[in-house]
């Protein structure tokens, strides 16, 4: 399931419709999270889908007999059974570019990711949970965490299907499968550390020599899938590195809002300019194109229905076609409006900025990282595949995207 039904938190209209929303029980979505489908009277509302909601409670029925994301994912594969993706495509078209001619093996390429997604959703036991992320930053086009008490939820707004106590035990069991490493290293940087390259996660680990045990990061896409498979490099990093990198990152930062916040507040606005004017440009053009639609479709059905009215056509084509043209409609009129907000959300910037140095403001010369601190300042890091230069040094890129304010030097 997108975000997109949080359209975004700046517009007040359109929050305060949603919110009304919410509470009629309704949720807005693009599509429905697997095992559930629109429900056939009321298209914001889920029903349980008798032809996938069995994966659902396979998936559960595995994890609450002991079985972690990573091994489910592997029954799942082997037993050849279908992802959302394809069969939301088999469905309705949906992703056709990734499914058309791919071979057989991608109708049930499931990843860990998903799998560990679909045992800590909510919307399997009834509730919908919103405001999980929000996107107020375009230089982070894809969304922003919000921590988890910012997060709304409803009970009971559509039929579960996984129980309460089974949904609770695979909690418990996610919770206790997350062991410490060995050198007892906390994961400060659990769920930040990105691949440059393939998107995938870094993941951690310990390597021991003698006595001495190094951390490291590396692509958990080479890492599960290799070069050939994966398509993708190590990206190898030191623990010790990064954690160096970062540190001294945010150091610098938190002692120019301490020295000169006014300084500091141009400088991200000017970092901005650029990326706000890209995303701006894509955004009016969508926009544009999404308005001149809806005017046809508008017209379309006007016409429709004078054809119907006049017994052009019949009342059966009538019912059909007008069904098809208000589902476009509403659609679109959706697309609309979290576009219109997007762009209302570019001029916001100085704000995002301000609201970024007042989160930096809270800290005041750190020697070490936290996870709240990590959590709390930054969005994701990017770790690039390193190089060597012309003297034979090892060169490697991280890229530190900020909550807000996104990537800024
Ligand atoms: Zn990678």
Known sequence: MTN????????????IALHAKFAADERTFTTAPLGYMRHPENRNKLAIDPDTSWIIEKIFDL??????AGKITKILIQEKIPTSGYINYKKCGQFAKIYENAPAEKAYAWNIRAVSDILKDETY??????????????KNKKSIRRPESEWFRVENTHEPIISKDVFNQVQKQIANRRRPMKSGRTQIFAGLVKCADCGWSMSYAERKYKTCSTGFFNCSRF????????RCSAHYIRYD????????????WIYQAHTDEKQLLSKLLKSSDKEAAKAHKKQSAELAKAEKRKAEVDRLFVKLYENWTSERITEYNFKMLSQKYQTEQQDLVEKINRLKTELSVEKQTTADAEKWIALIKQYANPTELTAEMLNTLIEKIVVHEATKDAD?????????????????D
């Open 63 to 68: 994890a609450v007999h002991g079985a972690g």
């Open 223 to 230: 890492r599960k899938l290799g070069k050939v498979g994966g």
């Open 392 to 408: 034979g040094m090892r060169e490697q890129e991280i890229e530190i995207y900020y909550r807000f304010v996104g990537k800024i």
């Open 241 to 252: 590195t990064l954690y160096a990198y970062v540190l001294a990152r945010l150091q610098d």
């Open 125 to 138: 036991i009834g509730n919908s949970v919103h405001g999980k992320q929000t996107n107020v930053s375009y």
């Open 4 to 15: 997109e039904w949080l359209a975004k938190d700046t517009s007040r209209k359109v929050k």
